[in-house]
Structures are given as C-alpha cells and as structure tokens.
C-alpha cells in the first residue's frame, strides 16, 4: 500500500512561515475521502489540526484556525498546510492522514479523531524558536 510522505518541516522563528506538503497518491481521482493533519509534541497526545474532504471543503481547530491554511493541489497529488504566524508551542512532529471513504460514506463530516484514518505519513519536524 502506498505510504504518504511529507516534506517541508524546519525550523523558524516565532511570528515566521512554513509550508508542509504531504504527497497523497490516489486521493485526488474523483473518489471519496478525508484528509488531515496531526502533530504530536514530546511528552503529548497527538493533537488533530485540521480536515479537507474530496469536496474541497476544509475544516480547523480552534488551536490553528486562522493561522494555518489546507489546501490540495490535484494535479500534484499533494495536500499542503500553509502555517503562518508560528508560535513556540506550534513545535511538533506534522503528520498528515487519509481515510477512504464508500460513495455510502460520502456526505459524512471529516474529523480529527486520529482512528478514522488508515493511511499515515513519516512525520515532518517542525520548531518554532522565541
């Protein structure tokens, strides 16, 4: 089964950017699915950021929202979160997820509960400095 990966992580300063992409083979074919990102902080509970479904439609936490942005590109295969505004305690290890969906399954809202996804990337380390 293809695996996801991500790239971009680094390390920034506080009030700085980065982009992650998470490559995404087979989720952008007209099919029915959910997409997300994680993070996990040493010592703690991965932590659910944000959603994106075959429609399009993008969902946050209030933890990100209005810093950070989802987005896929189709044609690349590849799901991205655009992080702005970066924080200290935005230091984390990024992942991002997948669940196929049945066409039965289509119209049920995407989530943050890390069981509903199958598929996993590798992580992408990222820290934010003071």
């Known amino acids: 089964q293809v695996q996801l990966v991500e790239s971009g992580g680094g390390s920034v300063h506080s009030g700085g950017s980065l982009r992650l992409s998470c490559a995404a083979p087979g989720y952008s074919d007209g099919g029915y699915y959910c997409l997300a990102w994680f993070r996990q902080a040493p010592g703690q509970e991965r932590e659910g950021l944000g959603t994106l479904n075959h429609d399009g439609r993008a969902t946050y936490t209030d933890s990100v929202k209005g810093r950070f942005t989802i987005s896929q590109d189709n044609a690349k295969n590849t799901l991205y979160l655009q992080m702005d505004s970066l924080k200290p305690e935005d230091t984390a290890m990024y992942y991002c997820?997948?669940?196929?969906?049945?066409?039965?399954?289509?119209?049920?809202?995407?989530?943050?509960?890390?069981?509903?996804?199958?598929?996993w990337g590798q992580g992408t380390q990222v820290t934010v400095s003071s």
């Open positions: 997820a997948a669940d196929r969906r049945s066409y039965w399954a289509r119209d049920i809202p995407c989530t943050v509960v890390s069981s509903q996804y199958t598929r």
